[in-house]
């Protein structure tokens, strides 16, 4: 039976893990996108190992990618949301890692990975379903490139791209076929496979001629019609495209803060007004413009505050009225938050031993009786000597470095529920973006190929650790190292490898054996492959690098005590990672916690796991570097087994694991409270790989969601006031 179809809509990807969706965690890794179209309930659409959604068609379709066929790759499906109909649109030939619909929501584009060299080939056939493909573009392994979305002609295709400079460019490229389309009624249903005629120097029409080349279709690679906007010290970010004319109309930058390219002129007047509304405390981001551009709902993140939410009325700022007389405050995402007084977090540019510049964070707790005038709230972000070291030295607080997952990730500036976390009791946060971050240009980026552990991604946080010190900020008896993923893989390091620096550490999800970690990757990122080893290493095969680079290996070298936390059923980093250096930790008689969540995956994903595993960590925490903690929490609904509590972990025996088979969503309720449970989680750490959510990835994190009501966002707020009790009201 048909489903009403009545606004609001909502539809959103959930992991089957959600203890609202009634489904068990044992299938480790399940998605299901669920749509709610009014209160009778939400609908269960389409559960699959991994979900991907690649556009909405409207009210009644979307294009989703599904990897039930095949776990290392994902076909396209059409999904009729009124049936819940599926059907296969277009097959994975096993090596697309992405694919793109143009305006009339046909699939045209797919980008396709090379194992052999890592490299990435967009391929765009002319018509539909049933043309040929060719190849618009390589980018060699070393170089940057995504799609931002077609032209509404469909002739050509915006793309950002690090050709021929260091930071990525948006630019518009020509789509010249590399071979004369098929002739009717001889359809070619042959794969997107590079040709390799798409070669890697991009030209513009002016650069061509400068040349003495004339601009064609030929070997030589595509056309630039336009280079649209870049920034020298970091990559493009969010690209703000008009959804009905198919046509970026802004685009975003964030080095240590967000900053706006304006594209279409006669939207300068706009952003000046929405810059200038909120000034230098809070950073702008443009969620949602309706179809006519009249409206426009925008937030403002700040450091120390939650986000605010406001409808911007654009007519009325065409008849004249300021800010105030266009802006409509609708709501904050987490509105408890608002009466505390939390720390600011400070961009700040640090120098490693090498001379690189590291842009970072610095969070520090908000200091009884300290003088507004400690540090300045917004210092300059190309002026290290603005920042005011010298007014804060003598502090010596006990201090945690807090280091992001990928590690191809990167921290931003904006509220981080665990810095605040940690800066409440009474630390200071550093978060570093050490060489390999994303965001800065290629250059930094593979600064950091084959220096995990011993090399200079490690040299880099303890450089950290040393400027914090030599300025006053940090005791050097008191630093603590935390991290999730690779992060957690940076805490083993940085205990193993420069035992004398830390006081103890919290490893989630960390790998400890790079040869294992490689050989048991998630299906899905086989074509990846080769990405993984020219950034790592091949440790798989050079015994004496993996000995070198996994923590396992210098076990007897840690002395600093260690908290290890485990999903049980994490797909990317197994359990036997941390099963591993346990046993060799506690052997050798070291002060080592263990706690595994036998329901969680890569983090944790829910509340009564989130919060046990805080109060835990909280004590620990307390006893090594003297903040305070809270009385401990005795969650009820948790799935935690302190391992260490064990003899041994052949003592351990987990319980048989439940069948999901049946569970469906227990109605609109269930449905909503799950939403809310997932948009916590991603206001948590949406913006940057870190936490207790997990870092180990090949790209950046994508929310989906369609129509959320201000109700779901706002739910967002009970995690992270539980995670923050005993904040002191703002005064």
Known sequence: MPWPQQQPQQLWRAPLASASLQHTYSQAGLCALHFVGDAAGARELACCWRLRLLCACGIEQVLVGLNRRDPRCFDMYRLNLSSGQLVLDTENPGNVVAWYADAAFQV???????????????????GHAGAAWHDVVTWPQEEEGRVVCFAKDGRSIYVTSSLGRDTTELQLLALHPAAAPAAAGAADTSPPT???????????????????????????GPVVLSRLASLDRCDVGQVLVDKLQWQPLAVGFDYLRQEWQVLESSLQADFQTLLSFKGPDADLAVEARSNDGSVWLVAYSRDDAPTEYYVYDRSAAEDGADAAGTLQFLFVNRPELSKYTLGRKHPVLLQARDGITLPSYLTLPPLRGAPKSLLPPNPEPLDPGSEGWGSVSGLNLPMVLFVHGGPWGRDVWGLDSTAQWFANRGYAVLQVNFRASSGFGKRFLHLGDGQWGVGTMQHDLSDAVAWAVAAGIADRSRVAIYGVSYGGYACLAGLAYTPGLYC??????????????????????????RL?????????????????????????????PLVIAQGANDPRVKRAESDQIYNALRDKGLEVQYFLYEDEGHGFARPPNRLDFCSRVDHFLAKHLGGRAEAPLEMQDTSVVAL???????????????????????????AVATAAAVAGAAAAGAKHEGGVTGGMGLGRKVGLAVGVPAAVLAGAAALAVAVLRGLSPRR
């Open 108 to 126: 045209r584009a797919a980008l396709v990975v090379d194992p052999g060299d890592g490299s990435k080939t967009l391929c765009v056939r002319r």
């Open 194 to 220: 590079p040709a390799g005629g798409a070669v890697a120097a991009i030209h513009s029409a002016t650069t061509a001629a400068a040349a003495g080349v004339e601009p064609s279709s030929s070997s030589s």
């Open 504 to 529: 103890c550490g919290v490893d989630i999800v960390g790998p400890s054996h790079v040869r294992t970690l490689l050989g048991t990757i998630p299906a899905y990122w086989a074509p990846a492959k």
């Open 532 to 560: 993984l080893i020219d950034r790592i290493g091949d440790a798989e095969t050079d015994d004496d690098l993996n000995r070198r680079i996994s923590p396992l290996y210098h076990a007897p070298a840690m002395r600093a």
């Open 644 to 670: 260490h509590e064990y003899e041994s972990l052949d003592d351990y025996k987990p319980p048989a694991a439940a069948s999901a088979a049946g569970h469906k969503p227990a109605g609109a309720a269930a």
